[in-house]
């Protein structure tokens, strides 16, 4: 079981331009979240999505963010336009349902830099 | 809405000893899940340990244990016999139990764990 895959590892991106992080998610698991870690803080909740499904948003930012979790392939986190403020690690965790108590699995994460 | 408080922003123990790290938490909820997180450089976020709310009995991971004082609302957690591979970010992380409530992790800003040889 390979676990929670997120790639890039890391990103580079130039103000203005586009991110694109992509989160698969371990086998057999349907619930996908995301999560934002800025220097020197815990992490906070972004998105959860189910297939096809954007269950709860709350923690995205109204403009430039958007996530997807298509029937088929990876999870996808994208920020348009980004900003010097986006910089910071973005995790990808994963359940095999809701309502998980034991804790969800996370991904090694995305350290995105805007330059 | 639901908050986590560490208030240790770092600690430092020598190998072998014992450390404990403070988590408190405030939530009007009866039924929710705690849990400890590991982060180190790799960045990796690891479960250590969870307790379920309603369960009295303080939750253990060989090395690791927690004090779970649920009218204080604190959530501490024990590292006995520290090995250098226990430095790290130590996060604690709230989730409601709650049938329809936020499936959410809420998180502590963390508590950096230097171990000394």
């Known amino acids: 079981n390979a676990g929670v895959m997120q790639n890039p590892r890391h990103l580079v991106r130039r103000r203005g331009q586009e991110a694109r992080l992509r989160c698969s998610p371990m086998k057999g698991h349907s619930h996908v979240y995301w999560y934002r870690q800025l220097p020197e803080e815990g992490l906070k909740f972004m998105v959860y999505?189910?297939?096809?499904?954007?269950?709860?948003e709350s923690g995205m930012p109204k403009e430039r963010f958007s996530a997807e979790f298509p029937k088929e392939g990876p999870s996808i986190l994208r920020i348009q336009q980004v900003v010097r403020g986006d910089s910071a690690a973005y995790f990808c965790?994963?359940?095999?349902?809701?309502?998980?108590?034991?804790?969800?699995?996370f991904g090694s994460g995305t350290r995105l830099t805007v330059v | 809405a639901q908050t986590v408080t560490q208030s240790q922003p770092e600690m430092s123990v020598q190998e072998a000893e014992t450390v404990t790290l403070s988590c408190t938490y405030d939530t009007s909820e009866s039924d929710y899940y705690l849990f400890w997180y590991k982060q180190p450089p790799s960045r990796q976020m690891i479960l250590v340990i969870r307790?379920?709310?309603?369960?009295?009995q303080n939750a253990t991971e060989n090395r690791f244990s927690v004090n779970f004082q649920k009218a204080a609302k604190s959530f501490s957690l024990k590292i006995s016999d520290s090995q250098l591979g226990d430095a790290a970010m130590y996060f604690c992380?709230?989730?409601?139990?709650?049938?329809?409530?936020?499936?959410?992790?809420?998180f502590g800003k963390g508590t950096k764990l230097t171990v000394n040889p």
């Open positions: 992380a709230y989730r409601s139990g709650t049938q329809g409530g936020s499936e959410k992790l809420v």
């Open positions: 307790q379920e709310a309603y369960k009295q």
């Open positions: 965790a994963s359940s095999p349902r809701g309502r998980e108590g034991r804790g969800y699995t």
């Open positions: 999505l189910q297939k096809e499904n954007i269950i709860d």
